[in-house]
């Protein structure tokens, strides 16, 4: 089982990318699946999740500006990101929790896109 990440690149302050991530393997469920980050010298953190029912946990300083979405049927998450600032810049990744496999429930993570937010 394996995350693949797409999206990341380099955008000017106030511009927009959109991430993408797919699950594949064996998987027969899925119950969170997320995006974190990671900024130079800092720790990682949660971007957005949201629960295979839907539910969305994001961090207060994306709020109004990010959109976390998932097709279930595709094992595949999204982030949408609009009017993105020089402090969004980060290595991105992809975090799948509660994954069900043939070898029971796993914590799966892609290998990170970098974003840079830069004029």
């Known amino acids: 089982v394996q995350l693949v990440e797409s999206g990341g690149g380099l955008v000017q302050p106030g511009g927009s990318l959109r991430l993408s991530c797919a699950a594949s393997?064996?998987?027969?469920?899925?119950?969170?699946m997320g995006w974190y980050r990671q900024a130079p010298g800092k720790e990682r953190e949660l971007v957005a999740a949201?629960?295979?029912?839907?539910?969305?946990n994001y961090a207060d300083s994306v709020k109004g500006r990010f959109t976390i979405s998932r097709d279930n049927a595709r094992n595949t998450v999204y982030l949408q990101m609009n009017n993105l600032k020089p402090e969004d810049t980060a290595v991105y990744y992809c975090?799948?929790?509660?994954?069900?496999?043939?070898?029971?429930?796993?914590?799966?993570w892609g290998q990170g896109t970098l974003i840079t937010v830069s004029s």
């Open positions: 975090n799948a929790r509660e994954l069900l496999t043939t070898l029971g429930y796993v914590e799966v």
């Open positions: 393997g064996i998987i027969f469920s899925i119950n969170a």
């Open positions: 949201q629960t295979s029912g839907g539910t969305t």
